[in-house]
């Protein structure tokens, strides 16, 4: 059984330019939520997909964009790169977003991370 | 505005010693309260989940309590060993409008030495 898997493991852009970043989810899991880790410092919560939907999202600016497939797997997209989106982004899945029981006690499994650096 | 604080940023203890790391939040309404594991450069790795109503849990060499009226948490690991070295992360999830979004520690970084 696959956990959580992410592409790439890392990856180097130049300001302004734009990344996709892309997570498949633990088998049997339906929710996907990202998170920007800078070094040091704990991760941040970006936004949760379930349903292909966009359902929560932190405080981060709409640079930050994503999508969720038929399949369950996510992509995140940050656009017009800064230096300060230098992190390691972290994909989370987990089961039933919708429900308040899952909401209460559900785990988040975390993927490796995709390390970005921008220049 | 809801914070996690941890304590000690970072620990260095000899193998086979006892440790306790400390999670004080002021999150709420308060819904869940995780420790996890990261080693460096990878994704964290869930140790112990607590609601409300529970206050101790138990996973291996790994205990974690919980006191909802000081919103204090405490993650105690017993005979260390090498591979305990990583970052241990509080996490505490509110249940405020129904939603349900994590606030992270920065995570306490513990060595473990030989």
């Known amino acids: 059984d696959a956990g959580v898997t992410q592409s790439p493991t890392h990856l180097i852009k130049t300001r302004g330019q734009q990344v996709t970043l892309r997570c498949s989810p633990k088998s049997g899991h339906d929710t996907v939520s990202w998170y920007q880790q800078a070094l040091g410092q704990g991760p941040q919560f970006i936004f949760q997909?379930?349903?292909?939907?966009?359902?929560q999202r932190g405080n981060f600016p709409d640079r930050f964009s994503g999508h969720q497939f038929p399949n369950y797997s996510s992509e995140l997209n940050v656009n017009a790169l800064l230096l300060g989106d230098s992190a390691l982004y972290l994909c989370?899945?987990?089961?039933?977003?919708?429900?308040?029981?899952?909401?209460?006690?559900?785990?988040?499994?975390f993927g490796p991370g995709t390390r970005l650096t921008v220049l | 505005k809801n914070q996690v604080e941890q304590s000690p940023q970072s620990l260095i203890i000899l193998e086979g010693k006892n440790c306790t790391l400390q999670c004080n939040y002021t999150v709420s309404p308060f819904s869940n309260l995780r420790w996890y594991k990261q080693d460096t450069g990878r994704g964290p790795v869930s140790l112990t989940i607590?609601?409300?109503?529970?206050n101790t849990k138990s996973n291996g060499r790994y205990t974690a309590t919980l006191d909802a009226d000081t919103k204090q948490s405490s993650l105690h690991i017993t005979a260390s060993q090498l591979s305990d070295s990583a970052s241990y992360i509080c996490v505490v999830t509110d249940a405020s409008g129904g939603s349900y979004i994590p606030t992270f520690g920065r995570g306490t970084s513990l060595i473990v030495h030989p």
């Open positions: 607590m609601t409300f109503s529970e």
């Open positions: 989370a899945s987990s089961l039933g977003a919708g429900s308040y029981l899952a909401g209460r006690y559900n785990e988040q499994f």
């Open positions: 997909y379930y349903e292909e939907e966009e359902r």
